[in-house]
């Protein structure tokens, strides 16, 4: 197998000998990952050293070649991303993917999920389903704030900044109960101020709601600070993982990751 992870029981997720290829190109040999629960992680390497396809595969966008993936010790290898999505594993995108006609507010909701209100049968009746619209209202409203967005709730999701939609995007999964959350470059193209509000709202979900995060992220002046621990790729093997400091003090990432 190629990667050096940690095994044990009471992982938040655990990724087990992963491949992946294209056609005769092997882009996950053997990736072996656990999270821990209500941890930050951060998954670094080159361009081309496969950290977005194993996130892809993790979330079930793309279909593994071997290996396996458990959520919470349950088997979601194969699984196709709406399930596992399901199951409280969420993929979020370097661009943001929110409904640019609907307000902050209303992107939010929807996350929520379905009300009883809903029902073509319930819906002319309204005290069956008022708590249900109530309590979604709230979370919302809750979850905005946590995310610094209350301002903004009212306003189309089109109309924020790039940074801004990103914290939408945690708002969205924090109301969705996602237990994990893989991200692909939070704070591309974000400034600094914004980029470190983002990972704090990282941070808070982890510390506050037990939330796990695998993120990959190439700013890492701003990034690292937050993560409790890292794993580094290369040529679709982990190479390397630990704290931030032992991480980056190692030679074959020195090598791969940095070109030294």
């Known amino acids: ?25 092997v882009v996950l040999d053997g990736v072996d990952m656990r999270l821990e629960a209500g941890r930050v992680h951060q998954l670094i390497g080159p361009n081309g050293s496969g950290k977005t396809t194993l996130i892809n595969v993790i979330s079930g966008a793309l279909r593994a070649d071997g290996g396996s993936v458990r959520l919470a010790g349950e088997e979601i290898t194969g699984l196709p991303m709406l399930e596992v999505n399901r199951r409280g594993l969420v ?30 049968r319930r819906a002319p009746l309204r005290r069956l389903w008022r708590g249900d619209e109530e309590g979604a209202m709230r979370r919302a409203g809750e979850a905005l704030s946590a995310s610094g967005l209350a301002e903004k709730a009212s306003e189309r999701s089109d109309s924020l ?88 003090a190692n030679r074959r990432v020195e090598e791969a990751y940095l070109g030294r």
């Open 91 to 120: 993929r979020t995108f370097q661009t943001p993917q929110s409904f640019a006609m609907l307000t902050a507010r209303e992107n939010v909701l929807v996350a929520t999920g379905k009300n009883r209100g809903e029902s073509y």
């Open 161 to 248: 900044s790039g940074g801004q939609r990103k914290l939408l995007e945690l708002a969205k999964a924090r109301v969705g109960g996602a237990r994990v959350i893989l991200m692909d470059e939070p704070i591309a193209g974000v400034n600094p101020t914004l980029a470190h509000r983002i990972f704090g709202d990282i941070r808070d979900m982890a510390a506050r709601d037990g939330t796990t995060f695998l993120v990959i992220e190439h700013r890492l002046d701003i990034s690292l600070a937050y993560a409790d621990r890292v794993f580094a790729m290369d040529s679709g093997r982990i190479v390397a993982e630990g704290t931030a400091e032992e991480v980056m």
């Open 1 to 25: 197998m190629g990667g050096v992870g940690t095994g044990g029981e009471g992982a938040a997720l655990e990724a087990t000998g992963v491949r992946k290829l294209f056609g005769g190109l």
